[in-house]
């Protein structure tokens, strides 16, 4: 498959609770590891097994070294990130002990991204992939660019909107598959998602303008699967969280991994559930996302994730 999306170094810090505007907190630990939206999915995707090149940009500076060495570490083809003048994007996060975080993304490189470097990097993998996976983290007429060629090349278009942003109606019509949780889906939709219910309406919202398959992470509540055929609740996996950074994305990189494969929605989706349940087992972004091995050994112990 291939990601288009954003690169960063994630710097975290770790506190008992988080601290309220103007307030200094000691904290007990810190990590600086690869992050980003798009660098996490596409390092959980070649982590399901899937061959995953992405499309990204990195600044001049000692933070590009430490991304690209991980990403490389990981298995993800990097013949399609660009180095431009300037910094590698930063983000700043904050987990509390309960494994809740807070985030400040601070894009630099990442803005760079064109959308001459999406049709370049869609040519250059004309025949190796099947999928395109996107978020919102780099310019948003990025995304949407990528949306409609990716449709025009042929390619599945899964698109996580996140950040929630504002997109023009003309866009979701391109994507095949929107992945939303349930705050994302109540920004974007207006209808705010608490249960299973509302997450029912807001996924109406989505196939409403032409995307085919909506699919809403409710965290620990699990996740809903709207088609205009066909709607399935999926149980959450049951673990103790410590950290929910990247779990997101690990859920995103491994359903569309499967979908890669071709292996059916159900089966994807449990991959994805399975997948993002592990990643809050762990802390930090890119380290905390599983491999292969360890999403089958939890859906063979726990069946929690198969949809009704």
Known sequence: MLVVGSITAD????????????????????????GGKGANQA???????????L??????????????????????????????????GIAHIR?????????VITPLANASLDTDAVDESIRAVEGEVSLLLLQLEVPVPVSCHAAKAGAAAGLTV???????????????QHVD???????????????RVTDVTSAERAASWFLDRGVGHALITLGSAGALSVTATRTRYFPAYQVKPVDTTAAGDAFT?????????????????QRGMAA???????????????????????????????GG
Do not use: K
């Open 11 to 34: 710097v975290t810090a770790y506190s008992r609770r988080l601290p309220r505007p103007g307030e200094t907190v000691l904290g007990y630990d810190c990590s600086l590891v690869l």
């Open 43 to 53: 390092v959980a995707a070649a982590r399901a097994g899937s061959p995953t090149w």
């Open 55 to 88: 499309a990204g940009c990195v600044g001049r500076d000692p933070f590009r070294d430490i991304v690209l060495s991980e990403l490389q570490a990981y298995g993800v083809a990097l013949s399609q990130v660009r180095t431009v003048e300037g910094r590698t």
């Open 95 to 103: 987990v509390d002990a309960s494994g809740e975080n807070d985030i």
């Open 158 to 172: 899964v698109l996580d909107p996140a950040p929630a942003q504002e997109l023009p109606d003309d866009v979701w």
């Open 177 to 191: 598959i929107a992945t939303p949780n349930e705050n994302e889906a109540s920004e974007l939709t207006g209808v």
């Open 253 to 269: 990189g491994f359903f569309a991994a499967a979908l890669a494969a071709g292996l059916d929605d159900g089966t994807a989706i």
């Open 276 to 306: 993002g349940a592990l990643a809050t087992t762990r802390t930090g972004a890119s380290p905390s996302l599983p491999d292969a091995a360890a999403v089958e050994t939890l859906i063979r112990t726990n069946r929690a994730g198969d």
